[in-house]
């Protein structure tokens, strides 16, 4: 008789589904169980929170002696912003793919050192959220006054943006970081 | 990873293993934990549980202190 496959539902994993990331079953994406290959799409994610953060420092584009009207020169920094978004939200994906056998699986199928690993990562990230956080509040309250933001256009929403990425990433990519090949 | 960094617990659990022909995996059948976790524990990374203590030295028929001590155990040492 086949075994049952039971279903989290609070975490959105079955059994079945969890046992074959831990193991060799699952056979998609296993270049994401080396340690050295994870490491590198949590550099990729860093660096796309990085730039996106950085386009609510960077004036818009004025390259050299290239002189582009006010609308293009507009038009082209919305598009890399997107572009650099998109990339930083497919970075964001394959570390979730990377982590997830741990990260949303349930304690019953991990463990005691994996559910140590997971549970530090996850209060690392807590600690580092909250420090982010208040730096957030810091820049809210001065940055207007301190002249940090552009006056035009961006007034510090791309900072949000890669807080908002750093917030939903921070737990995987500590623990991407951490974990040895899987 | 270990429980108490301070305080390495040192062990015996690869030379255990290999005398009793056992695969990381199979160990890690046997205890009922992921097989890299028994890597974890030979390279002294992590410290186990009481009970995951006791489960390995059932698993390798010894007793938990031939398995595992607070100090570094001598060469050749039984």
Redesign the interface.
Known sequence: MAQKNKIYWSLGVTEKGTRAL?TDENSKFTWLRSQRNRRVVVLLELLGITLIASGSYLPTLAIGSIQLSREADIIIYSVTAIWVTLLTLVAYSLLRISVRGIADAPDEL?????I??RDTSFRFAYLAMGCLVIALLVLMFFGPDLELFQPEGNDGSYLMIAALFAFASAPSMILAWRE??? | ?SRNSEEPVFNRIEEARAAAGLSRQKLANLV???Y??I???ERGE?S??LV?ALRIASALRKEVSELFSLTQPKEGEK
Do not use: C, K
């Open positions: 831990l991990l463990d005691e050192r994996q140590t690993i040895r090949d899987i | 990873m009922g934990v992921h890299q976790t890597g974890y524990l992590y186990p549980s995951l």
